[in-house]
């Protein structure tokens, strides 16, 4: 019984220390990030690693989910004689809650694991214990880097979830099924705010971007130097990223959507 | 200029409760190879890091080129950094990037040189490791010894004053062993430099040092000239040089007798 109440109290201790040591390293990050206006071919690499590599994933699950948001969409609309909303349906679910949500997942899994195993081997390979002896800080030449290309690509991947998945339930809806194109994309440019829903989608996969680079370069960087470390650490950054995620959107969607 | 490039009093070191060097004295003349033997695990490698200021000593002094590590922060750190190298002991190479952006890395990074100069002088130290036909290549394509000699390149790019080694001929072929033990020599003598190895290769290491230290369980156990070391007549230099399996460093880890152990007989 004792031994149950130790373990709980060591246990809230480790998670308080850890939750230190990463805001620390978000910290140094943000202090060290001027480097990133100096040499910005550093950031460029980082938003093409992160960024253009998982445009295909992004692209192609964007694509399907606008399908199925439009056979779905379709199916119920139909019931009310409404399916010329289908636009608008498609549309405000893709960009105020789909288009961030999905696209920040699949980034998780997909450069987020990316970044967590990469700099925890380089740490396995002594390659950042390297940089510090020739005099280079590698918060400022490795992490800073990475943290702002993946910040800078995700509302930019989002984007592009939510208008290939416009374009897939344009294709289901539109062409496959037969809904009327006009109202289709007049009800679709009469329903979406600029403000109230795409800048709010921007916002929120700004905030996911954040969470999930600083939760996979924190992985990465605490990760111990092991084969079994790094994998680990690399399961965490998309298990903790992605709950994460889920999260903040309950948070964020409770705030911009309240009683509108 | 002083006539020792590193200077080491008293240095105690620990990893929390675990004392790891307990009262370490040792000096590097300029100009000199020194090596840094012992068993695994007695602390040489965490020695080095103490000298690079990675790690601060509990208790005790080290000075490289006159200048106290103690009180160092990281802007003074990193200024004398510029002028040590460090040599990891699998190269520490960036996977990254090729062998010529490598070597270039620290030339771009902390200077202004213009890159047709940066060419050039990575060529230059790439040749003098006997691999400037390999500038093209990935770390992931080079041999072991190649890309510890790629790392020896990077290491003296911006000519630093001191060159550490940790365990250079660990795993390498004999052919690669005299090829490094002949490199650390030859770059060390037309380079003006001083290094510090850390080998338990006794062999490869008595035919090109100046001066060894022997560390055990914390302490500096033995010191002295290759002849002088060839030659001691200490128990434990004997058994490391001679590589004898039982000695003072004892085959058997601490345990209990055997036979209780095995359930014969009773303690």
Redesign the interface.
């Known amino acids: 019984m004792l031994d149950g109440v130790r373990k709980l109290g060591q246990h809230s201790i480790d998670g308080v220390w850890r939750l230190g040591v990463a805001m620390r390293l978000f910290a140094l990050t943000l202090l060290h990030s001027g480097i990133c206006l100096r040499r910005p071919q550093l950031v460029m690499r980082e938003i093409f690693t992160a960024g253009v590599l998982s445009l295909i994933i992004i692209v192609v699950s964007g694509l399907f989910v606008g399908m199925v948001l439009g056979l779905q969409g379709y199916e119920t609309l139909q019931k009310y004689g409404s399916e010329s909303a289908l636009g608008s349906l498609v549309a405000l679910s893709l960009v105020r809650e789909l288009g961030p949500v999905l696209a920040a997942l699949l980034f998780a899994s997909r450069a987020g694991s990316a970044i967590t195993a990469e700099i925890g081997l380089m740490k396995a390979t002594e390659q950042i214990a390297a940089m510090e002896m020739m005099a280079v800080d590698p918060i400022a030449r490795v992490v800073a880097p990475r943290f702002w290309g993946a910040l800078i690509s995700m509302p930019l991947l989002a984007a592009m979830f939510s208008a290939m998945g416009i374009m897939g339930g344009y294709l289901v809806g539109v062409v496959l099924i037969g809904v009327d194109e006009g109202s289709f994309w007049s009800q679709m440019q009469a329903a979406v705010d600029f403000r109230q829903d795409i800048l709010n989608g921007v916002i929120k996969s700004g905030v996911f971007g954040v969470a999930v680079t600083g939760i996979a370069l924190f992985e990465g960087y605490d990760a111990p130097p092991t084969a079994e470390g790094v994998s680990r650490a690399t399961t965490r950054t998309v298990v903790t990223s992605s709950l994460a995620i889920l999260a903040l959107d309950f948070v964020l969607t409770a705030f911009m959507f309240r009683g509108a | 200029m002083r006539d020792n490039l590193v200077e080491i009093r008293g240095l105690h070191f620990a990893y929390g409760n675990r004392p790891i060097l307990k009262g370490i004295d040792l000096t590097a003349r300029r100009g000199q190879v020194i090596a840094i033997m012992g068993s695994s695990g007695c602390g040489k490698t965490t020695l080095l890091r103490l000298i690079?200021g990675?790690v601060r000593p509990t208790q005790g002094s080290v000075e490289v080129d006159g200048q106290s590590l103690t009180g160092l922060d990281?802007d003074g750190?990193?200024?004398l950094?510029?002028r040590?190298?460090?040599l990891?002991?699998?190269g520490?190479?960036?996977?990254d990037m090729s062998v010529f952006d490598n070597v270039a890395?620290?030339l771009r990074?902390?200077t202004n040189l213009p890159e047709p100069m940066i060419r050039d002088l990575v060529l230059m130290k790439l040749n003098a490791v006997g691999l400037r036909g390999a500038h093209g290549l990935m770390p992931a394509e080079l041999s072991g010894g190649m890309a510890r000699r790629v790392?020896l390149a990077?290491a003296i790019a911006l000519d630093p004053m001191l060159i550490m080694y940790d365990e250079p001929f660990a795993g390498l072929d004999p052919i690669s062993l005299g090829v490094t033990g002949n490199l650390i020599r030859r770059l060390t003598d037309t380079l003006g430099l001083t290094s510090i190895v850390v080998t338990h290769d006794v062999q490869e290491s008595l035919k090109m040092v100046d001066y060894v230290y022997f560390i055990s369980d914390g302490v500096v156990e033995a010191r002295g000239t290759a002849a002088e070391i060839k030659s001691s007549g200490l128990p434990f230099v004997h058994q490391f040089v001679h590589g004898e399996e039982d000695g003072p460093v004892p085959f058997h880890y601490p345990a209990e007798p055997y036979g209780v152990d095995l359930g014969l007989n009773h303690a």
């Open positions: 690079g990675s990281q750190l990193y200024r950094r510029r040590m190298g460090m990891f002991q699998f520490a190479l960036f996977t890395f620290q990074e902390h790392a990077r």
